[in-house]
């Protein structure tokens, strides 16, 4: 894609690279990582067992996509920046049997109590939690205070009472 403006090339790159399905770039977090606004768009992937992201503040119409490439163990956490919160679908699958749970959190829940749905927690072998390498999640900023979450994580044995998104 050609741009005739000065200095537009980069941007051209990048509206390229998102035509074609690239992720803008990639960021491997293998120690405790607070994002900034520019790494929204880049595909972070965990590799280390028990780490703490914080995401930016919310802004609507942010993206930011996990990876896990390892097993999630406990001190894994997604965190939302302060006054932001976390709602939507988690669901959990068992890895060894044929069973799964859900968590669902409505926006109107999660906005009227920020502070109650500020985590996004991660356990392999927490049948509350959930999160083995290859695990997937999706946030999506809808405004300047919520994130929805799409995820489906896997568990050691069968998943009951799910808790991902909870207070921090």
Sequence with gaps: MANPLYGQEKADNRLDKIQKGKAIGVIEVNDDYTMSSDDVGKLMVIGTAAKTITLPSAEAGMVV?????????????????????????????????????????TYATATGTVASYDNFDLDHDATTLGGHQGDRIRFIAIDDTAWLCDAVLSVDGNPSSIAVINAG
């Design 65 to 105: 996509d996990v990876l896990l490439k390892v097993e999630a163990d406990a001190g894994s956490t997604i965190i939302a920046a302060s006054g932001d919160c976390f709602f939507g679908n988690v669901k959990v699958v068992s890895s060894t049997d044929n069973k799964c749970a859900s968590q669902a959190v």
